[in-house]
């Protein structure tokens, strides 16, 4: 495998034309942007019933209204990685923005579920621009090991600082379409100041992008969530099976595609090194384990113990600000915990946080709640800082987003699994929300310390 750290000749010789002096700017631009994805991502959160009472969402379909923006992420993160590493970085992440602004907004014009789900998937898609050439950004314009230490662990905390700000902006407003206005004009405020200060960086590696290839694994990747959010009314059924058999071909053809492509969209080689799988299973499992959860607990709390928007995002604040804080500082574990422990770190702080929450529901006692967030914020800053490392570093220099890419859609596959599982444990249960809830919290207590044991057994071999 190449040396990571080594750069190409055309790499250099665009760092000294310019990307170094403007790094300042491009993690600026680059988190902000990230930020701003993230709230919109985690705002229905707080907003769920808000928007399900609205839009007069049956319960059998509530699990589109969360699963919307991750099933966009999923389906063209590693596109937008490939077309960003072949088309331009800035390109591709302008717009992102953009489409993120305009697609936001319009969500907040949506009058039923299908439209306001639409509206969703297209800011995930939007999203994926952005979160896939951002670090394809970062890695040129901070090029030394430091400096990318640096540039991704601040990066990672505002993945954390869009999920705690996300909530509260979407709690305060008035109305949840008001919430997704806003949310929309900020994005559009920061592609308008993207113009200038960005300098464009791409990989050397000559041909024509992969179409074929992105217009088989996005449509595999669509039919793959769309299974896995209809699968919680019931797996044997007609449409579930048939989404399932359509991601199966389609993903066949996809790796039959990449096999023979000149520039593949991935390099299925990368599947071979231990490093790439590590961070492609971290993606999934904090999805599956950490995003599942919180994604819907949140309305469990709204409706079981009557908290308003505003004090479930005051709440949740605990966990996703100590995310936050813990994200901006996990670089000062360098040197003496890798990514990879820090990572198994992380999964076990979230199984533990999530065991402690065991009751709090049928006790009706939000407090019981506070030392799960505490423990599970800490966890997630952990992965949210790691993670991003990780996968810069699991591949090529010159295929920065496309590692962001193939990371982030483990992650959102896992986020979209993660979801329909828990919103399934939690309304199915014949002993009500609290027992419901107890189930999913063991669930993905489990599922994290999976994940914890997968990353530590994908050590790389001396």
């Not at 966890?379 to 570093?393: K, M, R």
């Not at 993905?444 to 997968?454: E, I, Y």
């Given at each position: 495998m190449p040396q990571l750290d080594t750069a190409t000749?055309?790499?250099?010789?665009?760092?000294?034309?310019?990307?170094?002096?403007?790094?300042?700017?491009?993690?600026?631009l680059t988190s902000a942007a990230t930020a701003v994805a993230l709230m919109t991502y985690t705002a229905p959160v707080v907003?769920?019933?808000?928007?399900?009472?609205?839009?007069?969402?049956?319960?059998?379909?509530?699990?589109?209204?969360?699963?919307?923006?991750?099933?966009?992420?999923?389906?063209?993160?590693?596109?937008?990685?490939?077309?960003?590493?072949?088309?331009?970085?800035r390109r591709i992440f302008l717009l992102g923005t953009l489409a993120l602004g305009v697609t936001t907004a319009l969500g907040g014009l949506a009058s039923t579920t299908w439209l306001f789900t639409l509206a969703r998937i297209a800011q995930g898609a939007a999203s994926a621009a952005i979160l896939a050439s951002s670090l394809g950004l970062l890695v040129t314009a901070f090029p030394s090991p430091r400096g990318r230490l640096h540039a991704t662990g601040v990066w990672g905390a505002f993945v954390s600082g869009g999920i705690a700000v996300g909530p509260l902006v979407a709690g305060a407003m008035p109305d949840w379409r008001v919430a997704y206005a806003v949310l929309g004009a900020v994005a559009l405020v920061v592609a308008g100041l993207g113009v200038r200060p960005l300098a464009e960086s791409r990989s050397p590696r000559g041909g024509r992008p992969d179409l074929l290839g992105a217009l088989t694994f996005g449509p595999a990747l669509v039919a793959l969530v769309a299974a896995l959010t209809l699968g919680r009314d019931g797996w044997l059924r007609a449409p579930v099976g048939l989404l399932l058999a359509a991601a199966v071909v389609l993903l066949g053809l996809f790796v039959l595609r990449e096999r023979r492509a000149r520039t593949p969209m991935i390099d299925l080689g990368l599947l071979r090194h231990r490093r790439f799988l590590a961070s492609s299973a971290a993606g999934l499992f904090t999805g599956l384990a950490v995003l599942g959860l919180f994604s819907f607990l949140p309305a469990v709390l709204q409706q079981a113990l009557h908290l308003s928007a505003i004090q479930t995002a005051w709440l949740f604040l605990l966990w996703s600000g100590l995310s936050f804080g813990v994200a901006l500082q996990a670089k000062r574990l360098a040197g003496r915990v890798t990514p990879r422990r820090q990572l198994a770190i992380g999964f076990l702080l979230h199984a533990g946080g999530a065991l402690t929450m065991l009751g709090a529901i049928d006790a009706g006692s939000w407090p019981r709640l506070l030392p799960?967030?505490?423990?599970?914020?800490?966890?997630?800053?952990?992965?949210?800082?790691?993670?991003?490392?990780?996968?810069?570093?699991?591949?090529?220099?010159?295929?920065?987003?496309?590692?962001?890419?193939?990371q982030q859609t483990f992650r959102y596959i896992g986020s979209c699994a993660g979801v329909a599982l828990t919103i399934?444990?939690?309304?199915?249960?014949?002993?009500?929300?609290?027992?419901?809830?107890?189930?999913?919290?063991?669930?993905?207590?489990?599922?994290?310390?999976?994940?914890?044991?997968?990353?530590?057994?994908?050590?790389?071999?001396n």
């Open positions: 000749t055309a790499d250099v010789r665009h760092r000294h034309a310019g990307a170094p002096a403007n790094a300042r700017a491009t993690l600026a907003t769920l019933p808000g928007t399900v009472a609205a839009l007069h969402t049956p319960l059998s379909a509530q699990a589109w209204l969360l699963n919307g923006t991750p099933l966009g992420l999923a389906a063209l993160l590693l596109v937008a990685g490939s077309l960003a590493d072949d088309y331009g970085r799960g967030l505490v423990l599970g914020g800490i966890g997630s800053g952990l992965l949210n800082a790691a993670l991003p490392l990780l996968a810069v570093e699991s591949v090529p220099v010159a295929r920065a987003a496309m590692g962001s890419g193939a399934a444990l939690v309304t199915s249960s014949s002993g009500g929300l609290g027992q419901g809830t107890d189930v999913a919290i063991v669930v993905s207590a489990v599922l994290a310390v999976v994940g914890a044991g997968t990353v530590l057994a994908l050590r790389d071999r």
